[in-house]
């Protein structure tokens, strides 16, 4: 596979996820839905770019079943005012170990 076959990819799926903001813009809960829904798409295209990259991609997955499900048990007066999301240390720590891998890059 080539490196431009991988980028025409990865701005594909951007795209797709642009998409995907833009009709849930306004709307937590349809975002959420469609991040779960889409993220094998997102991973695989993270594995693809290495090792540090995939870590990003099982972290950031992690965290963002956290996320999803904070958001769907939070109702519309929340999402109208924002909320915080506790991470389990699980998460912090992949979160912290994340952010060194990223730095090393």
């Known amino acids: 596979m080539s ?3 991988i980028e025409s990819g ?9 998409e995907g903001f833009q009709v849930a813009e306004g ?3 349809k975002l959420a839905n469609f991040l779960q829904q889409n993220q094998a ?3 695989g295209l993270a594995a693809i770019a290495g090792s540090k990259t995939s870590n990003v991609a099982a972290t950031s997955e992690a965290v963002l079943k ?10 519309d007066a929340v999402a109208a005012n ?3 999301v506790p991470l389990t240390a699980a998460a912090f720590t992949a979160v ?3 952010i060194k891998d ?3 890059l």
């Open 82 to 84: 924002g909320f915080n």
């Open 27 to 29: 709307d937590a809960v």
């Open 66 to 75: 956290e996320v999803i499900t904070a958001v769907k048990s939070s109702g």
């Open 3 to 5: 490196l431009a076959t």
């Open 96 to 98: 912290k170990t994340l």
């Open 41 to 43: 798409t997102i991973t």
């Open 102 to 104: 990223l730095e090393a």
């Open 10 to 18: 990865i701005v594909a799926v951007a795209k797709k996820i642009k």
